[in-house]
C-alpha cells in the first residue's frame, strides 16, 4: 500500500513529505477507530481528494515554501513592464527603429482601415438600405450585352401595380442634375433630383422640418439644410416660394438634413417633383424615352433574386419598340451599388471592391513588415540577452514568466507606437482625405473603435512578440552560461539566422512588388493621357445651358460673341466634348445583320461644332449652313464605319426613325468617354428635331489672355440671361478629371510603397548596424592586416545585397501576374515592359545598398586602435 | 487579489487550526473536524483549503519537527495569524448580529 511513487510524480517534492505522512497517520488513527477495511478505503479517498490543480506540482505557486511575500499578478507585470521600460531606454537606437517603425505601419494600417470601413459602410445612412435597388436593364446588341440605368417613365408605375407584394415602394427620379435655384435675387446652381412623391419614404430623408409626404403637392419642393441655409439663412423656409431652372415655381414644404458623404445620393441637394417636368400628362406614358432612374424597396419577405425573375421581361411586352425584346430587367442591391458597379457582358463584375481588397493586402502587408522588423532586431540581439535569459532560468525564473517579459517588452513597444500613430493619423488625416477624396473622421467617441484599435494593438504586439519571445525563452541555461565556439561566447548556431533572413526577403519582395505596381499605374495613367483625343483642347470651354433664354437666341448669342473679338469660334452640341450623354441602338443600314442590334452614341451638333473643337474630317465633308438637305444627313466617326461594316460609307443610306439619312462624311475618332475605353462609335447630325442643345463650345481667341475674355464672355451671357449665374467649364480640366480615380489609386500606392521600403531599410539599417558592432573585433584585424575600406564595406553589404536580390526574384512574378490583372481592365493599356522591373530591381538594390553602406563605411573607417584596444 | 471572502469549509478549518493551536497540520485538522463536526472529510480538501488561507494570509505555516509516530517525516504546523484571527471575529460578530435581530415572535 505505498502509495508514495504516484505521489513524488504528482506532487511539488516539498509537499510529498508532508502529505504522506499525513495519509500515513490518519490511516493509523482509523485503523483503530473502524477496522483495517475501512481505513483503507479511507485512506484510498483522501489520496484520490489530493489530485487538484491547486497542490499539483507544475502548479507554479509555490509561496508557502519560502518567506517572500508572494507577489500579486499586477505587481508581476508592473516589474516586467519596468524591466521592459529598461531595456528600451538602455538601447536608444534599436528601440527607436522599432517604435519609428512600428507606428508608421500601424499609421498605414489605421488609415486604411479607416478607408476600408468607409468603402463598406457606403450608404449604410439610408435606414432601409438592405432592401433598396435600383432597377437595371441588360440589353444584348451587337458588340456584347450592355447595362443600363436609364429607364422610361411608365415602367415605375407598371412595377408598382403589378407586383404590390413585392415592392413596397417603386421610384422613379432623374439622375441628379445642377440647375439653378433661384429665391428673389439669391440664385445658386445646385445639384437635384425630380423624383416621384415616395423618393423621401424611399431614402428615409431625416427631414428637420416638414414631412416626408412634402413632395405629394405637386408644386412643392424639398431643401437640403445646406441649401435651405444658402437660399433662406435664418429665416423660415417653409411655404417660401423658389424658383428652380428659371422655369418651375414651386414652394418649399420641407428641410432635410443633408445626406452624408458616403451616400450614392449625397449631391441630391433638392428633390421637386418628377411631374413638374410633363407639361402634357401624355409624355408621362411616353416608354419610348428612357431616362429615368427607378429605385426600389422590397417588402421585407420578399428576395431581390426572385423579383429579378419575376420582373425580367416586363420591359419587353410593354414597349411598343422591337429592338427591347432583347432586354432583361433585374435588381441591383443597394449594398452594392457601390463596390459592385461594373457590368460586364450584363454580368456583374466587381468594381471598387477590388482596390477595398488591393488597400487592405497593402495594409496588413505593411504592418507585417513592421512587425517582422521587430523580431528580425529582437532575435538578431540574441547574443546579448542569451545571457541575461541564462542567468534569469539559472535563479529561478520560469520559462513562461520569460515569456511574460518579453511579450511585455513587445506591447510597451507596441503600445508607444499606437499612442505615436493615433497622432500620426490625427495629424495626416486631412491631408489623407484630400488625396483619397474622403471625409474620413476618427472616431473618438465610438466604443467600437476603441475596442478595434486594442485588439489591433493587441495583435500587432502578438504578431511581432510572438517569435522574439518563443526564441529567446527557449535557450537554455547551462549552454549559455558555459558557452561553446571559439570565441568562448554562446554560440547560437549556424542556422539561427536563417529564419531572419527569410523575413528580410519577405519584407523586400513585398516592397519590391509595391513599387513595380505603382510605376504600371502611373505609366498606364500616363499612357492614356498621351492618347491622341482628336480634337484640339486648348482655349475649348463649354458652358451648360440650364435655362430656356439662350436655345431660343443662338445666333444672335453667337454674333455678339463673336463681335466681343475675345472668342474666335462658337458651336452648340447635345453633349459635352467629354462625354456622350444619348445613344440609339435601332440603326438600320444595308448589309446589317437583322438580328443584332447595335449601340451607337449620338450627338446634335451646328454646323460650327467641328470648327470649335477642331475635329478631322476623313472622307466626304463636313456639315454646312449651305445646304438645306445637311439636315437628314449623318457624320459617322471612324469607330462607327468599323461597326456598320460599310466599305464606301459616304453616301451610304442609314434608316433611323422612319427617315433616310444619307452618310455625310467620316470623322477622325475623338476620345469623348473614357480614355481607357475603345472609341464609341458615334453619328453626329445637324436635326435638332431628333435631339435637343445642352452645351455652348467656345473656342477662345488665342491672342487674348484667358483672364481678359473671361469676363466679357460672362457680360455677354449676363445680358442675354440675367437669371443664370455664369459658369463654364475647360475642356482640358474636363479631360484630365477622367483620370481621378486611377490618379487617386496610384497616389496612394506611391505612398505605401515609399513607406514599405522605408520601414524595411529602417529593419536593414538596424540589422547591419548590429552585425558591423558584432564584427567590430574582425574589422579591426582586418584592418590591422592590411584590408581596405571597400574591401570591408563588401564584406559587410555582400550578405544583404544578396537577400535583396533574391527578393526581387521573387517580386517580380508577383508583381508581373498582379499588374497583369490589373491592366486587363482596361481596353487601352501599356505592354509591361522589362526595364520597369530592370529599373525598381537596381532602385531596391541602390537603396539597401546606401542604407548598408552608412553602417559598413562607419564601421570600416572606425580606427582598429579604438577596437582592439580592450583585448 | 483574490477576495478575502471566507467560505463554509474555509472557516471551519481555520477553526480548527485554531483549537488545535501549536498543533495544527493536515491530519490533525482533518480528525479535529472529524471528531467536532461528526462528518468525514477529505484530506486533500482540508490542504487546499489550509493553502487558499494561507494564499489570503489567514495563516501562516512553518516546518515543524520529526515526529516518530509519522516516521521521522516531518510536519507543516498551521498558525491562525492575527488577519485570521479578525476574519474569524467578524464572521461570528456579523452572525451574532443577525441572531439580535431575529424578532422574538418568529419562533413562537
Given at each position: 500500500m505505498k502509495i508514495t511513487p504516484l505521489l513524488r510524480w504528482l506532487f511539488h517534492p516539498d509537499l510529498v513529505e508532508e502529505l504522506e505522512s499525513d495519509l500515513d497517520e490518519l490511516f493509523q488513527q482509523r485503523v483503530k477507530?473502524?477496522?483495517?477495511?475501512?481505513?483503507?478505503?479511507?485512506?484510498?479517498?483522501?489520496?484520490?481528494?489530493?489530485?487538484?490543480?491547486?497542490?499539483?506540482?507544475w502548479k507554479p505557486v509555490v509561496y508557502q515554501y519560502n518567506n517572500y511575500p508572494q507577489p500579486t499578478n499586477t505587481t508581476m507585470i508592473r516589474n516586467y513592464v519596468k524591466i521592459a521600460w529598461r531595456n528600451l531606454v538602455r538601447n536608444k537606437s534599436y528601440s527607436a527603429i522599432n517604435i519609428v517603425g512600428l507606428s508608421v505601419g500601424m499609421t498605414v494600417a489605421m488609415l486604411i482601415g479607416l478607408w476600408v470601413y468607409d468603402e463598406l459602410s457606403f450608404n449604410s445612412y439610408h435606414q432601409n438600405h438592405d432592401r433598396i435597388a435600383q432597377v437595371l436593364e441588360n440589353e444584348t446588341l451587337e458588340n456584347g450585352v450592355q447595362t443600363f440605368s436609364s429607364l422610361p417613365m411608365p415602367l415605375s408605375q407598371e412595377l408598382r401595380t403589378k407586383y404590390p407584394n413585392d415592392f413596397k415602394y417603386v421610384v422613379a427620379s432623374t439622375a441628379g442634375f445642377e440647375?439653378?435655384?433661384?429665391?428673389?435675387?439669391?440664385?445658386?446652381?445646385?445639384?437635384?433630383?425630380?423624383?416621384?412623391a415616395e423618393f423621401p419614404d424611399l431614402m428615409t430623408l431625416k427631414m428637420i422640418k416638414g414631412t416626408r409626404s412634402g413632395l405629394k403637392d405637386p408644386n412643392s419642393v424639398l431643401l437640403s439644410e445646406s441649401v435651405a441655409k444658402a437660399l433662406f439663412g435664418d429665416a423660415d423656409p417653409l411655404q417660401k416660394a423658389v424658383k428652380i431652372g428659371n422655369k418651375y415655381t414651386v414652394q418649399v414644404t420641407g428641410v432635410y438634413e443633408d445626406l452624408p458623404h458616403n451616400s450614392a445620393f449625397t449631391d441630391v441637394t433638392f428633390v421637386a417633383p418628377i411631374d413638374l417636368l410633363f407639361e402634357n400628362k401624355e409624355d408621362r406614358n411616353n416608354w419610348r424615352s428612357s431616362s429615368f432612374d427607378i429605385f426600389t424597396q422590397l417588402n421585407p419577405n420578399s428576395r431581390f433574386d426572385d423579383v429579378s425573375v419575376k420582373i425580367k421581361d416586363l420591359f419587353r411586352k410593354n414597349a411598343e419598340d422591337e429592338n427591347r425584346t432583347r432586354s432583361a430587367l433585374f435588381l441591383h442591391p443597394m449594398n452594392q451599388?457601390?463596390?459592385?458597379?461594373?457590368?460586364?457582358?450584363?454580368?456583374?463584375?466587381?468594381?471598387?471592391?477590388?482596390?477595398?481588397?488591393?488597400?487592405?493586402?497593402?495594409?496588413?502587408?505593411?504592418?507585417?513588415?513592421?512587425?517582422?522588423?521587430?523580431?528580425?532586431?529582437?532575435?538578431?540581439?540574441s547574443q546579448k540577452r542569451a545571457k541575461e535569459v541564462g542567468i534569469r532560468k539559472a535563479i529561478g525564473s520560469q520559462r513562461g514568466q520569460l515569456i511574460g517579459q518579453f511579450f511585455s517588452e513587445s506591447f510597451l513597444v507596441v503600445a508607444l507606437s499606437f499612442g505615436l500613430s493615433l497622432a500620426f493619423v490625427w495629424f495626416i488625416l486631412p491631408y489623407f482625405n484630400e488625396v483619397a477624396d474622403k471625409?474620413?473622421?476618427?472616431?473618438?467617441?465610438?466604443?467600437?473603435?476603441?475596442?478595434?484599435?486594442?485588439?489591433?494593438?493587441?495583435?500587432?504586439?502578438?504578431?511581432?512578440?510572438?517569435?522574439?519571445?518563443?526564441?529567446?525563452?527557449?535557450?537554455?541555461?547551462?549552454?549559455?552560461?558555459?558557452?561553446?565556439?571559439?570565441?568562448?561566447r554562446f554560440n547560437i548556431g549556424r542556422f539561427a539566422s536563417i529564419p531572419r533572413k527569410v523575413l528580410v526577403v519577405m519584407q523586400f519582395t513585398v516592397s519590391v512588388t509595391l513599387i513595380i505596381g505603382t510605376i504600371i499605374v502611373f505609366r498606364q495613367i500616363q499612357f492614356a493621357k498621351n492618347r491622341p483625343i482628336g480634337y484640339s483642347r486648348e482655349g475649348l470651354i463649354?458652358?451648360?445651358?440650364?435655362?430656356?433664354?439662350?436655345?431660343?437666341?443662338?445666333?444672335?448669342?453667337?454674333?455678339?460673341?463673336?463681335?466681343?473679338?475675345?472668342?474666335?469660334?462658337?458651336g452648340e452640341s447635345s453633349s459635352p466634348i467629354t462625354g456622350i450623354w444619348s445613344s440609339a441602338n435601332n440603326l438600320d443600314w444595308r448589309g446589317k445583320d437583322p438580328n443584332r442590334a447595335a449601340s451607337f452614341g449620338t450627338i446634335?451638333?451646328?454646323?460650327?461644332?467641328?470648327?470649335?473643337?477642331?475635329?478631322?474630317?476623313?472622307?466626304?465633308?463636313?456639315?454646312?449652313?449651305?445646304?438645306?438637305?445637311?439636315?437628314?444627313?449623318?457624320?459617322?466617326?471612324?469607330?462607327?464605319v468599323k461597326l456598320t461594316g460599310l466599305k464606301n460609307p459616304?453616301?451610304?443610306?442609314?434608316?433611323?426613325?422612319?427617315?433616310?439619312?444619307?452618310?455625310?462624311?467620316?470623322?477622325k475618332d475623338m476620345v469623348m468617354t473614357s480614355p481607357f475605353e475603345p472609341v464609341t462609335p458615334t453619328v453626329f447630325m445637324i436635326d435638332s428635331k431628333e435631339r435637343g442643345f445642352n452645351i455652348i463650345h467656345i473656342k477662345l481667341n488665342p491672342t487674348v489672355s484667358v483672364r481678359e475674355a473671361l469676363p466679357k464672355l460672362e457680360a455677354v451671357f449676363k445680358k442675354i440671361n440675367p437669371a443664370a449665374p455664369f459658369e463654364y467649364r475647360f475642356a482640358d480640366q474636363e479631360y484630365t478629371k477622367k483620370f481621378a480615380a486611377e490618379e487617386r489609386i496610384g497616389t496612394l500606392a506611391s505612398i505605401f510603397a515609399i513607406l514599405a521600403i522605408f520601414i524595411s531599410c529602417l529593419g536593414l539599417f538596424g540589422l547591419s548596424s548590429f552585425m558591423a558592432e558584432q564584427r567590430i573585433k574582425e574589422i579591426g584585424v582586418r584592418k590591422v592586416l592590411g584590408a581596405t575600406v571597400p574591401n570591408i564595406v563588401s564584406l559587410l553589404s555582400r550578405d544583404f545585397l544578396l537577400l535583396v536580390f533574391i527578393a526581387f526574384l521573387v517580386a517580380s512574378p508577383v508583381a508581373w501576374y498582379t499588374m497583369d490583372k490589373f491592366l486587363q481592365a482596361y481596353k487601352y493599356r501599356i505592354a509591361i515592359e522589362w526595364w520597369v522591373f530592370a529599373l525598381t530591381g537596381a532602385l531596391a538594390i541602390g537603396i539597401a545598398l546606401l542604407t548598408v553602406s552608412f553602417q559598413s563605411i562607419k564601421a570600416a573607417l572606425m580606427n582598429p586602435v579604438t577596437s582592439l584596444r580592450s583585448e | 487579489m483574490k477576495g478575502t471572502y471566507l467560505g463554509e469549509f474555509e472557516e471551519v478549518v481555520?477553526?480548527?487550526?485554531?483549537?488545535?493551536?501549536?498543533?495544527?497540520?493536515?491530519?490533525?485538522?482533518?480528525?479535529?473536524?472529524?471528531?467536532?463536526?461528526?462528518?468525514?472529510?477529505?484530506?486533500?480538501?482540508?490542504?487546499?483549503?489550509?493553502?487558499?488561507?494561507?494564499?489570503?494570509?489567514?495563516?501562516?505555516?512553518?516546518?515543524?519537527?520529526?515526529?516518530?509516530?509519522?516516521?521521522?517525516?516531518?510536519?507543516?504546523?498551521?498558525?491562525?495569524?492575527?488577519?485570521?484571527?479578525?476574519?474569524?471575529?467578524?464572521?461570528?460578530?456579523?452572525?451574532?448580529?443577525?441572531?439580535?435581530?431575529?424578532p422574538n415572535t418568529v419562533w413562537s
Open positions: 477507530l473502524m477496522g483495517l477495511r475501512k481505513a483503507r478505503w479511507r485512506y484510498l479517498k483522501d489520496a484520490l481528494s489530493l489530485v487538484r490543480p491547486s497542490l499539483l506540482k440647375q439653378i435655384i433661384a429665391y428673389q435675387d439669391k440664385k445658386f446652381t445646385k445639384t437635384g433630383n425630380y423624383a416621384e451599388w457601390h463596390l459592385y458597379s461594373t457590368f460586364e457582358n450584363g454580368v456583374n463584375a466587381g468594381g471598387r471592391i477590388q482596390f477595398v481588397w488591393l488597400f487592405s493586402i497593402i495594409g496588413v502587408f505593411v504592418l507585417l513588415l513592421a512587425c517582422i522588423n521587430f523580431m528580425n532586431l529582437s532575435t538578431a540581439r471625409q474620413l473622421v476618427m472616431h473618438w467617441t465610438d466604443a467600437r473603435f476603441w475596442i478595434f484599435s486594442i485588439g489591433f494593438s493587441l495583435f500587432t504586439g502578438i504578431v511581432a512578440g510572438s517569435y522574439p519571445a518563443l526564441y529567446l525563452s527557449s535557450f537554455q541555461p547551462i549552454k549559455v552560461l558555459k558557452g561553446h565556439g571559439p570565441s568562448l463649354n458652358i451648360t445651358m440650364n435655362t430656356p433664354e439662350i436655345q431660343g437666341n443662338y445666333d444672335a448669342v453667337r454674333n455678339e460673341l463673336l463681335a466681343t473679338g475675345v472668342v474666335a469660334d462658337m446634335l451638333v451646328t454646323p460650327d461644332f467641328g470648327k470649335v473643337v477642331g475635329w478631322k474630317i476623313k472622307e466626304g465633308r463636313e456639315f454646312s449652313r449651305q445646304f438645306t438637305s445637311d439636315s437628314s444627313t449623318f457624320l459617322l466617326n471612324e469607330a462607327a459616304v453616301g451610304e443610306i442609314i434608316k433611323w426613325h422612319g427617315k433616310n439619312w444619307k452618310v455625310l462624311g467620316v470623322v | 481555520l477553526l480548527a487550526v485554531a483549537i488545535r493551536s501549536g498543533d495544527a497540520y493536515g491530519a490533525a485538522v482533518v480528525t479535529e473536524i472529524e471528531q467536532q463536526m461528526n462528518r468525514s472529510v477529505n484530506l486533500g480538501a482540508v490542504h487546499s483549503a489550509l493553502n487558499r488561507l494561507a494564499e489570503k494570509g489567514l495563516v501562516t505555516s512553518e516546518l515543524g519537527g520529526m515526529t516518530a509516530e509519522r516516521g521521522g517525516r516531518r510536519k507543516r504546523l498551521y498558525s491562525v495569524t492575527a488577519a485570521g484571527r479578525r476574519a474569524l471575529q467578524e464572521i461570528r460578530h456579523v452572525r451574532n448580529q443577525m441572531w439580535d435581530s431575529i
